[in-house]
Nanobody, 128 residues
Framework: QVQLVESGGGLVQAGGSLRLSCAAS????????MGWFRQPPGKEREFVAA????????YYTDSVKGRVTISKDNAKNTVYLQMNSLKPEDTAVYYC?????????????????????WGQGTQVTVSS
């Protein structure tokens, strides 16, 4: 089992920045990939960014490319999501996700199907 705890959400004005953190505990040595998803009000959960645990390969949804960076600190078992130039449409609950399943292919990085562990979420609100 892997436990994930997100932090760093909050209220920020448009154009501002936030850094989300996701601390993993438990069987972290078995993890293969981690990702961030978000769920805007009244919408489905959607992919934001992902990173492979060992190789550092990264993936981003088009709407955040150039504004968002995913990174990890293996020593701290923590994944970060640095978000810059935030827009009101970035408002959502942000969820950290992890998987220990060795499933290759971009699909498993960018879809909820690729993850079996989820955090509780952290609210990000961007005011205009």
């Amino acid at each position: 089992q892997v436990q994930l705890v997100e932090s760093g959400g909050g209220l920020v004005q448009a154009g501002g920045s936030l850094r989300l953190s996701c601390a993993a505990s438990g069987r972290t040595f078995s993890m293969y990939r981690m990702g961030w998803f978000r769920q805007p009000p009244g919408k489905e959960r959607e992919f934001v960014a992902a990173i492979s645990w060992s190789g550092g390969n990264t993936y981003y949804t088009d709407s955040v490319k150039g504004r968002v960076t995913i990174s990890k600190d293996n020593a701290k078992n923590t994944v970060y999501l640095q978000m810059n130039s935030l827009k009101p449409e970035d408002t959502a609950v942000y969820y950290c996700a992890a998987s220990a399943r060795y499933l290759s292919g971009t699909y498993y990085y960018t879809d909820t199907d690729g993850y079996e562990y989820w955090g509780q979420g952290t609210q990000v609100t961007v005011s205009s």
